[in-house]
């Protein structure tokens, strides 16, 4: 039996399999960074990212799950894990009692502030140090119109 080939756009399978490497890659290696020197999984520092990042600190459980990579029951432990160091805390939804939110701790913005740094000395080391500025925006202009709904390619 032969195996199966892309005749028509085979360029695209090949940029599928090297964007998917090269994440994979990507996120071990800052993986392995984050947990020798916080404690902490990428997945858990990508948690308190978006806290950071949201307008009043803190996020609902289903707007931690729709902005990472990971599934909804995966949220609910990264969450549990961060709660019991003492970087998150649980609170009631505002716009609805039902719902419960993740907050941002005072200890959860300091690690941040280790992982800032940390983070950006990987970035640099596993792509800054390979790949020119303009490379990168280039890169990244073309990835995000692949996920940009309805876009044509140019």
């Known amino acids: 039996m032969s195996s199966p080939t892309f005749t028509s756009r085979p360029d695209l399978v090949s940029l599928f399999a ?12 800052l993986d392995a960074d984050t947990q020798a020197r916080l404690g902490l999984s ?13 307008a009043d600190g803190k996020l609902r459980m289903s707007e931690i799950g729709e ?11 990264l969450v549990d894990g961060l709660e019991r160091r003492g970087l998150v ?3 009631p939804c505002e716009e609805d009692r039902r719902g419960v939110s993740a907050m941002l701790t005072e200890a959860g913005r300091g690690l941040l502030a280790e992982a800032a740094p940390l983070l950006e000395r990987g970035l640099e080391r596993l792509i800054g140090a390979r790949v020119a500025a303009d490379e990168a925006a280039a890169a990244r202009a073309t990835l995000e119109r692949i996920l940009a709904p309805d876009a044509p390619a140019s």
Request: hydrophobic content about 45%; charged content about 20%; aromatic content about 2%.
């Open 42 to 54: 990428l997945p858990e520092v990508d948690v308190l990212l978006n806290l950071s990042w949201a």
């Open 89 to 91: 805390e649980r609170c």
């Open 67 to 77: 902005s990472l990579l990971v599934n909804r029951t995966a949220v609910t432990r």
């Open 18 to 29: 090297s964007v998917v490497r090269t994440s994979k890659t990507l996120q071990a290696a």
